[in-house]
């Protein structure tokens, strides 16, 4: 669920039917259409909106506007609204942004900007987008998009700003650069024609030219002034001496005027004025909640507009308003002053304006007047929302702007603010201080009674630091953590379910249970489905790729990494950076190495988008990987040495097996091989030390350590792991001169292979693997994909070739292969029978049992049983 869009600060205001015609700065706005922005920059009551708005009538060029207010400093409601705006002219597509809203990880809002440009640079027509009010903007991170937005926006595009401060925006740069158009007070002040135009004919008054120079002179052009000191003189008929008393400078002619120009409206429309002055933008029956009167609303609303009360339509259909900003300012003061002891009366004006705006599903808004009322409970309830908390639609920095202003009293009150607070910090991707939150939680909850307890606040809390822990690749921490959760959680709360379920499989999968952490991803993606959560739904998609990857069912990964990237959009969230990961080892496995290219260049486009993690490194290290496969040592060893230091520095230790991998192949490729024992001593990767002890030739350290490794993923059903494993196994075997059993193991590899279309597993053991394969062709084993790996082998340019290097290798003698026999008598042996007893077990005479046990001693070259069995499990016998 995504914040709703308030479509009324989307609308033009429409031109009014009697106002001064400006051509002067209709021309300068004409003009600066050839650069890239135009600034309008000037204090209250100029006329800035009034000119855009009238301008943008008279030049008939389709504009964006959007007007802007506090809650905006939210880059997520910002940039929804924007892309609103801009969509309303311009054919844009908004599937990237509102996924990308949903995000759990903080992406950079440059990656959303950048998909904008891109579209609206094949529009076919010009267009000006317009922000008004963007002197309301203090977020550094909206500051900075805006900023990306002007230097990179197409030439179709024209910005404009209405403020009334200088933004914190390159302006120097513009302005030397030529790309800039600027307005400022002195330019938008009233001519003393301008003045005696809108005085007579106007508002109907037929001042003398003096009068108008007097006024003109006390106001400096000032628009604001003249406007409310014209209203005033509507109600006097001296307008000689009301004139006179004009003395002083704006701050004190606007409050003489205000008073003026209220004191000639009913006591009806001043409390009118006054109470709705809290509300930011208003239509009759919101106005009618807070005054707590029926069927009122509309026809004053007219009445203000006729009487030019400083109220300006924010739709053709004048449904909807806002007061100008200076008039509403000095509403605020005059209630706040009016009811200074009386702070709850203003309260209950936000209370009523909250219940409005939630009853019409604008829960924002009803929260900011909720916050606004310093009614905490109130708030409280609004940001926990209607199954979908609040700031997990796009609201987290409003929410913890007011968290932020209260203080620890309050919060330990409600525990269950400490853990929003906590919750809208991981949204933004700020982990420090979530812990710290959390723990605050958990110490306030003590001194509450335990039957009322809020079970699933504790299954929250236990939530978010599962999520802490996938940041860290922490399973047992995520583990613990999302069990708690879920033992908690109340059944229908399915946002914090869906997420926790995935968070389970997460740790199911970094403990290599696959088979559960396959359940707990179909789960998770069967629930974020039912509530259209996409975040969840992505994630659990991938890790069933993942998944699927590692049981070598790579068309079914590839389906899933497919639909990850389509439902992130195009172009695709920063987070499919793991599925086109996906895509790229599949592809490089199947040997189609372009593809791969293609597919790993995408997923490190987009992983530098996500800060604070190892993505980027990972497909680093796969793509020095790729370089590798075609012969590119250099580019190899530069991807490698700079994914080298961002694992060292960033402690990326779930990289390091890949990464030392790497380094032993390259390594080889360069014929170092004092580089590659230095890795035999350092390693703390068995597979690697098998790899190494068998380029060593030192093949019955290889199988045993092999072996073992073979027998765990057996039994955890690692069907990837054990098709790898039997390779490995293959090559020690042949190493050690055992070419019977080594082409057992290969068989063995082929029959798992073969379904799942597995080649580069087979190319990139090099040489040795082209003669082991050889041999199994000229035996026919598995024939047909024998054939097909050898032609895929042979159409490489060059081959890994461990053995043409002059390394010291020393081949073992080879070990005379045991009949089936001789090798349940030795698993006997290894069992601790004696010989009669197996004698018994195999009905066989003690003699032929004896005869058994000379040919074993001599073929594995012992003299005890125990020398035989430590053999044995040496060479892999047993």
């Not at 604001?224 to 002083?248: E, K, N, R």
Request: one cysteine or more; aromatic letters at 6%; proline letters at 3%.
């Amino acid at each position: 669920m995504i914040v709703p869009i308030l479509t009324t600060k989307l609308h033009i205001p429409p031109a009014r039917p009697k106002v001064v015609h400006r051509s002067h700065l209709f021309k300068r706005l004409d003009e600066g259409q050839k650069r890239k922005l135009t600034l309008i920059s000037a204090s209250a009551g100029y006329g800035k909106t009034t000119l855009v708005s009238e301008w943008l009538a008279d030049c008939k060029r389709p504009a964006a506007w959007l007007s802007l207010d506090e809650g905006d400093n939210d880059s997520t409601r910002f940039l929804l609204h924007l892309i609103e705006a801009i969509k309303r002219i311009v054919n844009v597509s908004d599937q990237g942004v509102w996924k990308a809203m949903q995000s759990p990880e903080p992406l950079p809002i440059t990656y959303i900007l950048t998909s904008l440009i891109n579209e609206l640079s094949s529009a076919t027509d010009s267009f000006i987008l317009v922000l008004d009010d963007y002197h309301v903007i203090e977020s550094q991170t909206v500051h900075n998009a805006l900023s990306f937005l002007i230097d990179h926006q197409p030439f179709q595009m024209h910005s404009i700003i209405i403020t009334r401060e200088d933004p914190k925006l390159p302006i120097a740069r513009l302005r030397a650069k030529n790309e800039l158009t600027e307005l400022r007070g002195n330019d938008l002040r009233f001519t003393r024609n301008e003045t005696a135009l809108f005085f007579n004919q106007i508002m109907g008054l037929q001042l003398s030219s003096a009068e108008v120079i007097f006024l003109e002179a006390r106001t400096e052009g000032w628009i604001a002034g003249l406007q409310l000191a014209a209203i005033s003189m509507q109600g006097y008929s001296d307008t000689a001496q009301f004139i006179s008393f004009f003395t002083g400078s704006h701050r004190f002619v606007l409050d003489y005027l205000m008073e003026e120009v209220l004191k000639q409206q009913s006591e009806k429309v001043q409390t009118f004025l006054l109470h709705t002055s809290i509300l930011d933008r208003f239509c009759a029956s919101l106005c009618e909640a807070v005054l707590q009167s029926d069927k009122e609303g509309h026809d004053t609303l007219e009445h203000l507009e006729r009487s030019n009360l400083f109220i300006i339509p924010l739709d053709s259909e004048r449904l909807w308003y806002r007061y100008h900003h200076l008039f509403a300012d000095l509403l605020r003061q005059r209630l706040h002053h009016a009811n200074k002891d009386k702070a709850h009366e203003i309260a209950a004006l936000h209370t009523r304006a909250s219940h409005w705006f939630e009853e019409n599903e604008l829960e924002v808004e009803a929260f900011q007047h909720a916050a606004a009322a310093q009614d905490v409970d109130r708030a409280a309830k609004l940001i926990e929302g209607k199954g979908m908390p609040l700031h997990f639609r796009g609201a987290a920095q409003s929410v913890l702007n007011w968290l932020k202003r209260q203080d620890d009293a309050t919060l330990n009150e409600r525990p269950s603010l400490w853990v929003i607070y906590a919750s809208a910090l991981l949204m933004i991707g700020q982990l420090n201080g979530i812990e710290q939150k959390l723990s605050a939680a958990e110490a306030a909850m003590k001194h509450i009674n335990p039957n009322e307890m809020d079970r699933d606040l504790i299954g929250h809390i236990a939530s978010i630091r599962a999520t802490l822990g996938v940041t860290r690749y922490d399973a047992d921490s995520i583990r613990t953590q999302s069990l708690i959760a879920l033992e908690h959680l109340h059944p229908h709360n399915l946002p914090v379910r869906a997420a926790t379920i995935w968070t389970l499989g997460v740790a199911c999968q970094l403990q290599g249970d696959r088979a559960a952490a396959r359940r707990a991803y179909t789960e998770a993606l069967s629930i974020s489905k039912q509530i259209g959560h996409i975040m969840i739904t992505l994630m659990a998609s991938l890790g069933l790729g993942q998944i699927q990857e590692s049981d070598n069912q790579l068309s079914l990964a590839a389906q899933a990494y497919q639909q990850v990237i389509q439902l992130a959009g195009n172009p695709p969230l920063p987070v499919a950076c793991d599925a086109y990961l996906g895509l790229a080892r599949i592809r490089y496995e199947r040997n189609d190495l372009h593809a791969a290219e293609q597919h790993v260049q995408q997923s490190m486009q987009l992983a530098k988008q996500i800060e604070k993690t190892d993505r980027l490194t990972e497909s680093k290290l796969f793509a020095a990987k790729l370089k590798l496969a075609r012969h590119e040592i250099s580019a190899a060893k530069a991807l490698l040495t700079q994914a080298r230091q961002e694992v060292q520095d960033q402690h990326y230790n779930r990289l390091r097996g890949e990464m030392k991998h790497l380094e032993l192949l390259i390594s080889l490729h360069h014929g170092s091989f004092a580089e590659t024992v230095n890795l035999l001593e350092t390693s703390e990767f068995p597979v690697l030390r098998a790899r190494i002890h068998m380029i060593q030739g030192n093949a019955r350290t290889s199988l045993a350590i092999l072996g073992t490794l073979y027998d765990q993923a057996k039994a955890k059903q690692w069907k990837n792991d054990e098709i790898k494993l039997l390779i490995l196994q293959a090559l020690a075997f042949q190493v050690q001169g055992n070419m019977k059993r080594a082409l057992q193991r290969l068989n063995d590899a082929l029959i798992r292979a073969k379904n799942a279309g597995l080649v580069r597993l087979f190319i990139d053991e090099g040489k040795a693997m082209l003669d082991l394969l050889t041999a199994a062709a000229a035996r026919r084993i598995q024939p047909e994909y024998t054939e097909f790996l050898l032609a895929n082998m042979h159409r490489e340019q060059k081959l890994n070739d461990f053995a043409a290097h002059s390394f010291p290798i020393h081949f073992e003698p080879f070990v005379e292969a045991l009949s089936e026999r001789e090798l349940e008598v030795l698993q006997l042996i290894a069992q601790g029978y004696s010989n009669q007893e197996i004698s018994d077990r195999l009905f066989l005479a003690l003699s032929t049992v004896k005869g058994y046990n000379r040919n074993i001693f001599d073929n594995l070259q012992v003299k005890r049983r125990t020398e035989a069995i430590a053999r044995a499990r040496e060479l892999g016998l047993i």
